[in-house]
């Protein structure tokens, strides 16, 4: 017997693929709903592949809430994991409108149909930019969060104070946030992973595109920051790890076990990691040499940010367990089967 239906928006996705295996993996049915805006089909493909079966898909726009109530009228979901938007902070500064619009409207609707539909347990896809350039490190869920200096992340801020107030307001309404650190890696099969269109913005796909040839070089953003080596810290989580932390979320929220009615918690490893390790470590783990050159700090980037993760790992249950030298050959892996690299 299925442990329950969970709708997951935004499932072709990065993070959405890596979780929608994993719940199903834990006995949960799954539908997912994407308009495959910043994804593929084939990602959906790849989900099917490692899971030997067909998932229920629904081609659709979150935004659009005449289609999406139709998925409303045929499930009946104990809960919503919400990863549909967009994601790029560059972007959202120049087109903020285009990040309010879509990634306001689609979680309004989503929480809209939940309240009137379903058992409203919404899970949301948050981020550690709302601690911007903590004080304090690592932080906490009780860390302060800072004034969002991009839409993107003002959106990250504004849902997270939406899902708080639905809570607060409705019965039986329940809603989880997930502050995720740095997502990376891919799944072992090499079947899905991070398809970044363009130039990619973060970190590892840079990378693996730079090894592959794509890009004749990468760009560190600055060595003169006041950290051990230079460069920046980060936390970076592998995407297999991130995937079972909603996994747990869900099992919370659906079997009743929260403690208060909206929930916080930090996703990363709680372990810092400079971009200059980064890159060694990623050349160690594949047996092969990265160029790349120390260019200016970007702007908005901040120095260093990493998870406190106790809590995660007491109430949730959860823990990163991923070896990171495993996480760097997986991200290799899987750009070696997107370009045919032998
Ligand atoms: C960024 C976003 C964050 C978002 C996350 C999603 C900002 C300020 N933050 O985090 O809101 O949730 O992506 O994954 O944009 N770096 C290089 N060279 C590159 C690319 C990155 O040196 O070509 C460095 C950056 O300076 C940073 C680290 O690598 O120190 C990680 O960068 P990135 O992967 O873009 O993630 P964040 O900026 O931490």
């Not at 979901?77 to 549909?84: G, L, M």
């Not at 970076?236 to 979320?249: C, R, S």
Request: hydrophobic share 35%.
């Amino acid at each position: 017997m299925a442990k329950g239906t969970v709708l997951v928006s935004g499932g072709a996705g990065y993070i959405g693929t890596h979780t929608t295996v994993a719940l199903v993996e834990a006995g949960y049915d799954v539908v997912v709903i994407d308009n495959f805006s910043n994804s593929e089909p084939s990602a959906i493909k790849g989900v099917e592949n490692i899971l030997g079966k067909k998932i229920n898909f629904v081609e659709i726009d979150t935004c659009n809430i005449v289609d999406l109530r139709k998925v409303f009228e045929n499930y009946k979901f104990e809960s919503v994991i919400h990863f549909a938007a967009y994601k790029a902070v560059g972007e959202s500064m120049t087109e903020p409108l285009k990040y309010y619009q879509n990634n306001l409207v689609s979680y309004m609707n989503i929480l809209q149909l939940m309240k009137e539909y379903g058992r409203p347990n919404v899970l949301f896809s948050s981020s550690a930019t709302v601690y911007g350039d903590a004080d304090i490190l690592p932080v906490t869920e009780e860390t302060p969060r800072k004034p969002a200096t991009s839409p993107y992340g003002n959106t990250k801020q504004m849902a997270e104070d939406i899902l708080h107030d639905c809570c607060r307001a409705y019965d039986g309404f329940y809603g989880i946030a997930l502050r995720y650190f740095n997502p990376i890696g891919a799944h072992t099969s090499a079947q899905i992973g991070e398809l970044p269109r363009g130039v990619p913005n973060n970190l590892l796909p840079y990378i693996t595109q730079t090894a592959a040839g794509i890009r004749e070089c990468l760009s560190v953003f600055g060595d003169d920051y006041d950290t051990p080596d230079g460069s920046c810290l980060r936390d970076y989580i592998d995407v297999l790890d991130l995937a079972k932390a909603h996994v747990a979320a869900v099992d919370r929220m659906t079997e009743g076990r929260m403690k208060e009615k909206y929930e916080i918690f930090n996703v990363g490893t709680g372990r810092p990691v400079s971009v200059l390790e980064l890159i060694t470590r990623f050349e160690k783990a594949n047996d092969l040499k990265l160029p790349y050159k120390i260019v200016g700090r970007r702007d908005g980037d901040v120095p260093a940010v990493w998870a406190d993760t106790s809590l995660a790992n007491e109430e949730l249950g959860w823990k990163a367990e991923r070896d990171l030298d495993d996480t760097l050959r997986a991200c290799w892996a899987w750009e070696k089967h997107l370009r045919n690299i032998k």
